[in-house]
């Protein structure tokens, strides 16, 4: 992991570089205007999962049109579905977030609900913004604590950054410089989560180049409903069987300058 790290420090004008002309040539997309919160599988009485979607991009489901396409949507219906029960979901996505921006800017305005299940999808802004592990391990570990003491009750799930690697619109030595930094982002998270009381997922990677947007970079309406389906072992009525936590002893032990 260590030659992980120091490979990626390397590459950093490579990263410069290469960035900058992804960042001119693709297509800025913008966050879905639809509504964002329903209801999925049974549509009377008090839902058996109520289901808090936060993060980055992804929940902000930029470039869709409509709420069927949204991350969201498709993670509550794929629950419902897989474990025939009703779920009540709420998204609040913010565009570039990283774990402390959701931490200090968005969770203090959720309103108080009883939520039973919290999924958190961050990680991939602080990768992408060349974050050292120490600063996220601050960050997504105060996130955590954050979320457990306003929320006791509900469980949480994380989910880890995808393969960089899948993305059309990165070059091949870019998409290695990034797949290098969320290896190092990936396996702290898991470590958090780990030791503070969440659940990490593993990576979405049944994808292809059809499940990215135009812009080559964010899921489409295609590919949220594939991590839909892929989350849905780890989202599940409390007497229901989930897919079980990462053990520890697969996070390797990670440079303090990473």
Known sequence: MFLRAALSWVMLPVYVWQG??????IERLLPAETAMSGRAGGDKGDADIKL????????????????????AHAIAHAVADAHDCSVEWRAIGANSATSGELRDFVLPHIEER???????????????????????????????????????????IWTPIP??????ALPKALSEVLAARADLINAMGERL??????????????????????????????GYRVWGR???AWIAPRNAERAPENP???VTRLHKRA
């Open 114 to 156: 009883h939520w039973t299940h919290i999924f958190v999808s961050v990680g991939i802004n602080d990768m992408k913004n060349f974050h050292l592990v120490s600063h996220f391990k601050r960050n997504f570990g105060t996130l955590l604590y954050a979320l457990r003491t306003r929320f006791p009750d509900a469980e949480l």
């Open 230 to 232: 892929h989350l849905a």
């Open 52 to 71: 808090l979607v936060m993060g980055d991009s992804t929940v902000a489901s930029v470039g869709m049109d409509t709420i069927e396409d949204t991350f």
């Open 193 to 222: 989560c780990h030791e503070r009381g969440a659940t990490a997922t593993t990576p979405v990677s049944d994808v292809d180049e059809t499940c990215f947007a135009r812009d080559g970079f964010h899921p489409n309406g295609k």
């Open 248 to 250: 520890v002893a697969e």
């Open 20 to 25: 900058l002309r992804v960042r001119m040539r």
């Open 163 to 168: 393969n960089m690697r899948l993305c059309p």
